[in-house]
């Protein structure tokens, strides 16, 4: 009888100690900021990727027109119906397929260009802050030319570059919005990790790697960048509804993205231009506001996160 | 403090060299047989060449970035190169002018909307910053905070379109014509005028950047405040209002004029947005209207004229910050 009683102690052995990753979450998300930007980060996520979903549901392509249901005798889009949520545009498209849609296009090209740009831009720092001297000097003039040209204007000459002879797009557009996104926002990534990395190169921890003898490879990847890559991270963030209005600006002036494909700046583009949103808010209201909640939402996060990692920014 | 004041200026120099080479090479790619552009539309074949020998198209590109940065042969009366008060920024084949001429013809504009706007947006920021400093974690700097977040998460084409919307369309169905819809009129010929015709682009460029600068002013008061200087100021009786004001703004000053300066180039070289939704004829909106139609001289020449403006106050910035720096007195 004694033998099949089990010792009480078995019950107490702890579990296994929560893992790193599980206890930065839980510190992340004790973060009110955190809380709200995620929630509302996911809710774009959501859209984004219910865009197929409720465009089978409604039967709307993003770029399908429906003039025969859409619009009414005068020509005049209607207003939302069960059949058309948000309205429809001028051209008799679903406003709320449209800026599901839109959602896509919003990440598909902000967070490629934020993340090239990261990339490009840390390795370019992590260099230029470790061998300090003249190849520091060199990079640090080529992240100040960089950083002097204006955005919209030479994005503007860049893309007419890309229009060839007969005014066709030689590489498509979207990529060259990436590419040009991301060729003016490495810098800021080289900027900080440059900084970050030129406090670090006299620490003890690098001085003891050098010590015993360790390659610079080895310095570089073991002991600079697990300590900067948190804040490239939270940076990241930081850029990332940056980027994603410089897409949707460039789109709005009509040399980004280029309707009919749907992007939040060439529908609001057309609802200013026709100004059919006087008659139909929904048509300005649909995209603004998504671009707009966008906005926010990635702004908390990174407050957020900034708050919770960055230990030498305290709030202030 | 000389030495370093010329490191300063050293630097911007050289950024401002790399820039306008660069930009030759950009000119280089985008003007695609410019002497074919220059001549009359059913020229033959020879005096397409003529045009070319004329323009000096056939030198290499040494002599050619030679001509582009001092003295080149003049197009059609005027003198290219950039060794020129005013620099020549390159001659528009579409507009037949040179593209200085059409840049200056157009900055009035823009400077009006920068400066106006940054007067605004300085202001309002500095007041509502301090204030927010001063009620630290009270109902104010709450509701301060969240205009500031709102103002900094929507796009400059955004709440332009909203600000037309509201202060223009609304206004004039009630029969309140406040503001125009667009246009602009010289400050020399009627500066109420002037006003009236840049509230709304002043407005939109100024609710961005007031988010921006009054969270940066607040957090800079409240580093400042802490400082013994301040408690020192206080125990001698300074009033209230001139510790905020007068000492700790002034210390809290530099990364807030170091961004200033740098939003005001930006702006310079082109409120692109705003000048589109307001119809406001300025560099910007002859930047665009060139790029769509593709006139690549004009764009280009927006790109080094603001790209100078650029170099030129952050270098204005850097050297006002030193001469601050009560490190750097005597």
């Known amino acids: 009888m004694a033998d099949t009683i089990h010792s009480p102690v078995a019950l107490i052995v702890p579990r296994a100690s929560p893992s790193p990753g599980i206890l930065l979450l839980k510190r992340l998300w004790r973060e009110r900021a955190v809380r709200t930007g995620a929630v509302i980060v996911g809710i774009v996520l959501l859209a984004a990727l219910s865009a197929p979903v409720v465009s089978h549901l409604l039967g709307h392509g993003p770029m399908e027109q429906f003039e025969g249901t859409a619009l009414d005798e005068m020509g005049l889009p209607i207003g939302p119906t069960l059949e058309f949520p948000l309205g429809a545009d001028g051209n008799g498209r679903d406003v709320l397929v449209r800026t599901l849609y ?76 990436i590419t040009i996104i991301a060729l003016f926002s490495w810098a800021y990534f080289a900027r900080l990790a440059r900084g970050l990395v030129l406090e670090l190169r006299t620490s003890p921890m690098v001085e003891a790697s050098r010590t015993i003898g360790a390659s610079w490879a080895r310095i570089i990847w073991f002991d600079i960048l697990p300590n900067i890559l948190p804040t490239v991270f939270v940076y990241w963030a930081v850029q990332l509804p940056a980027n994603i209005v410089a897409e949707a600006t460039l789109s709005f002036l009509g040399v980004g993205i280029q309707a009919p494909m749907p992007s939040w700046g060439n529908m609001i583009a057309e609802a200013q231009r026709t100004s059919l949103y006087q008659e139909q808010p929904w048509f300005l209201a649909g995209p603004g506001l998504a671009l707009f909640l966008t906005v926010v939402g990635f702004n908390t996060l990174s407050a957020g996160l900034r708050n919770v990692l960055d230990p030498n920014r305290r709030r202030a | 403090m000389v030495k370093q004041f010329s490191s300063v200026v ?171 819809s667009s246009g602009y009129v010289p400050l020399s010929e009627d500066p109420l005028q002037w006003a009236r015709h840049l509230a709304l682009p002043w407005a939109t460029l100024a609710i961005a950047e007031i988010g921006l600068f009054q969270r940066m002013v607040r957090a800079s008061m409240l580093d400042v405040l802490g400082h013994d200087f301040i408690r020192t100021a206080r125990a001698k009786g300074v009033p209230e209002g001139r510790v905020y004001f007068s000492h700790a703004l002034k210390s809290a000053l530099n990364p807030i004029l170091t961004l200033g300066g740098l939003e005001l180039a930006a702006i310079m070289g082109g409120a692109i947005v705003t000048e589109t939704i307001f119809g406001l004829d300025g560099v910007g909106r002859m930047a665009i209207a060139a790029a769509l139609e593709g006139d690549f001289p004009v764009v280009i020449g927006t790109t080094i004229f603001a790209a100078s403006a650029f170099i030129t106050t952050t270098l204005a910035v850097d050297l006002v910050a030193q001469w601050r720096d009560p490190a750097n007195r005597n």
């Open chain 2, 10 to 180: 050293l630097r911007s120099i050289s950024t401002l060299v790399i820039v306008l080479i660069l930009s030759f090479f950009i000119t280089r790619i985008a003007y695609r047989n410019p002497a074919a552009m220059l001549a009359p539309r059913n020229a033959t074949q020879e005096s397409i060449d003529a045009v070319a020998r004329a323009l000096r198209l056939d030198d290499p590109w040494y002599l050619q970035l030679w001509y582009y940065l001092f003295r080149g042969p003049d197009i059609q009366g005027a003198p290219m190169g950039l060794m020129h008060w005013p620099p020549a920024l390159g001659y528009s084949f579409r507009k037949q002018a040179p593209v200085t001429d059409l840049i200056l013809a157009k900055a009035p504009v823009t400077l009006s909307l920068a400066i106006g706007a940054l007067v605004i947006w300085m202001t309002i920021a500095i007041f509502s910053g301090v204030a927010a400093a001063r009620w630290q974690g009270r109902l104010i700097d709450h509701v301060l905070a969240f205009f500031a977040y709102v103002g900094l998460s929507v796009p400059t084409f955004l709440s332009g379109i909203l600000i037309s919307y509201f202060l223009f369309f609304q206004l004039s169905n009630q029969g309140i014509h406040w503001f125009p």
């Open chain 1, 102 to 177: 839109g959602a896509q296009v919003s990440l598909l090209v902000g967070v490629p260009a934020t993340t090239i740009a990261m990339i490009i831009g840390t390795a370019i720092g992590l260099v230029s802050g470790f061998f300090a001297g003249r190849t520091d000097r060199i990079i640090s003039q080529a992240i100040d030319v960089a950083l002097s040209f204006p955005f919209v204007v030479t994005a503007l000459s860049l893309l007419a570059l890309n229009r060839g002879g007969t005014g066709q797009p030689i590489v498509p557009p979207m990529v060259v919005v």
